[in-house]
């Protein structure tokens, strides 16, 4: 029996699953943590917009840049202490942060974003190696959906906690949620594993580059040889495929997420303070998204559930543009939407490969080549609605970049089961 199925049906798997739960948690929220108290800070800082604006850029272009050395560092680290040293990354820059200086907001934050990084690949694969084939899409519905429940959850929260004790304190709250999922993720795996590199896993082979062929000895899902050269990633169309699709759907996400609430502003006559929270919607309803995926995943093959979302998707820009006093009604249908791009190209990433090994190099490849076109969104849209003073031509972008998401996605997945 693999380890997979071993783990998926012994009674630790729940705790398994919550461990990864709460991982998730700290993988979003640390980034929007800042945006409520940004005039706070800007205040008290004496900071400009532009360093401003970078606090929430910053972690998306680590996303990007630091993709690949994240694949690297879990190879030698294993990924039971990659998750270990990604909470704690994100334990130290949420103290760092709070310091009271540009230097130290600056410095923080990048240290919050490269421990994100190393979280946002491994996580994929310790999903996929523990789990049996028919868990894995649920355990993976349940991870996305947890990013966005962070993200709301420390959204919502920072604000009135910053007006109680001042914004330091406020992000440094959030910290008691790495220090959770840090003791839950060591009863999950267990002390020495979360500490020690364990080289019995597959991991534990030095690792120089993301595209190097492997030779060593490799555990599968499947019982698949091991011990044979993987022929290169770059080589395979369907990385560069789903590189686009995550790259079309993180695009949109962002592109939209930072400039909605203007939108709604202009657009409907919202006040900024009701255009903000109006927004949330969008983010919310990725959970019923990313819980929704999983379940159609038993009974379709993956291209035809891309090829909804990517429907899905289209009306959320689409309408915006046509109809903008509907938009809680775009904003529930791409919400969900966009919970499900992320879930399913996850799902995708975890069926298209065939060792554990690969499956850390794809989730980086597509993450780190996704995540920097992805950090382009909020500037590109701006910088077009800007230029044009109206908000025709940046949803049309926005659109764009769904359909990358659609048509990239389908091609990549046509062959997946």
Known sequence: MNRAATIARSPAAWLLTVAIVLVALNLRGP???????LDIVKSDLGIGAVLAGLLTSIPVLCFAVASPLASGLIGRLGPERAVTLSLLGVLTGTLVRSGGTQALLIVGT??????????????????RRDFSAQRTPFVTGIYTSALNVGSMITSLGTA?????????????????????????????????????????????????????????????????????PAPSLFRRLSTWGLTLAFAGQAFAYYGLTAWMPTLLHDEVGLSREGAGASSSVFQILAVVGA????????????????????????????????????????????????????????????????????????SALVQGGGYAIASLGPLVVGAVHDATGAWTLPMAVVLVSVLTLGISGVLSARRVH
């Not at 980034?31 to 108290?37: E, L, M, R």
């Not at 267990?190 to 082979?205: N, Y």
């Not at 429907?311 to 529930?332: E, R």
């Open 31 to 37: 980034i929007v943590a800042t945006a409520p108290v």
């Open 110 to 127: 990048v240290i919050i974003g490269v421990s994100i990084t190393i979280g946002n690949v491994v996580v994929p694969v310790v999903i």
């Open 160 to 228: 009135p906690i910053a007006s109680a004790t001042g914004w330091p304190l406020a992000l440094i709250a959030w910290s008691a949620f790495a220090v959770i999922a840090g003791a839950v993720w060591i009863l999950a795996v267990g002390l020495r594993k979360a500490f020690v590199a364990d080289d019995s896993t597959g991991f534990g082979e030095l690792v120089t580059g993301p595209v190097e062929v492997i030779t060593a000895s490799i555990p599968t899902h499947g019982g698949d040889p091991v011990g044979h």
């Open 291 to 362: 819980l929704g995926v999983p379940f159609l995943a038993l009974r379709f093959r993956p291209v035809y559930i891309v090829a909804l979302v990517g429907l899905l998707w289209i009306a959320m820009p689409l309408g915006l543009l046509v109809a903008p006093q509907l938009w809680l009604v775009w904003s529930i249908i791409g919400g969900a939407a966009q919970g499900g791009g992320i879930t399913i190209i996850f799902i995708v990433i975890v069926r298209m490969v065939t060792s554990d090994v690969d499956a850390r190099r794809l």
